[in-house]
């Protein structure tokens, strides 16, 4: 009989563990984006799992696995790295990839609560994030807001 593939699902690190080399690169996109990290609530999915420095939430957790999902579910840390070196220096790339997060996490709180509720936090929250200091500015607000609850 054949064995089934497991689908993986990205595992919990210590934000504090997430590699120096990436801690670094990420510093530096900040830098070059004029964000100071320290103003900015953030996590990182890299590789395996999501480094975090607290519980993430259900929603948060389906935008992360986006990006799990992108960098090879866990199984190729070359395509992962790969993936984290054009993310920090390639602005549209960085637009793309979140915006499929982002297109996910909203889906999913549509499904978890209902079209009023799930538009009031994309507007007030979804969109203010993936067109602010977080990414470096990708984009207007309005623009973020039409992208991610297009159909
Ligand atoms: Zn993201």
Same mark, same amino acid.
């Given at each position: 009989?054949?064995? &089934?593939?497991? +689908?993986?699902?990205? #595992?919990? /690190?210590?934000?504090?563990?997430?590699?120096? !080399?990436? %801690?670094?690169? +990420?510093? $530096?996109? !900040?830098?070059?984006?004029?964000?100071?990290? $320290?103003?900015?609530?953030?996590?990182?999915?890299? =590789?395996?799992?999501?480094?975090?420095? @607290?519980? +993430?939430?259900?929603? *948060? =957790?389906?935008?992360?696995?986006?990006? /799990? +999902?992108?960098?090879?579910?866990?199984?190729?840390?070359?395509?992962?790295?790969? !993936? !984290?070196? @054009?993310?920090?220096?390639?602005?549209? /790339?960085?637009?793309?990839?979140?915006?499929?997060?982002?297109?996910?996490?909203?889906? =999913? *709180?549509? #499904?978890?609560?209902?079209?009023?509720?799930? /538009?009031? *936090?994309? #507007?007030? @929250?979804?969109?203010?994030?993936?067109?602010?200091?977080?990414?470096? =500015?990708?984009?207007?607000?309005? &623009?973020?807001?039409?992208?991610? *609850? #297009? %159909?």
């Amino acid at each position: 009989m054949e064995k &089934k593939k497991e +689908i993986k699902s990205p #595992k919990v /690190f210590k934000l504090s563990l997430l590699p120096q !080399w990436l %801690q670094m690169a +990420i510093a $530096e996109m !900040w830098e070059k984006n004029g964000t100071k990290p $320290e103003n900015v609530d953030v996590l990182y999915t890299y =590789f395996e799992g999501i480094y975090t420095a @607290r519980a +993430i939430s259900q929603d *948060i =957790f389906q935008h992360e696995c986006v990006h /799990f +999902i992108r960098q090879g579910s866990g199984e190729n840390e070359n395509l992962a790295k790969e !993936w !984290w070196l @054009r993310y920090v220096t390639d602005p549209e /790339f960085r637009y793309q990839e979140e915006l499929m997060a982002y297109r996910e996490q909203y889906q =999913f *709180i549509l #499904k978890k609560t209902n079209k009023a509720v799930a /538009f009031e *936090i994309v #507007k007030n @929250r979804l969109a203010y994030d993936l067109s602010g200091p977080m990414y470096g =500015f990708l984009c207007s607000y309005q &623009k973020a807001l039409s992208d991610i *609850i #297009k %159909q």
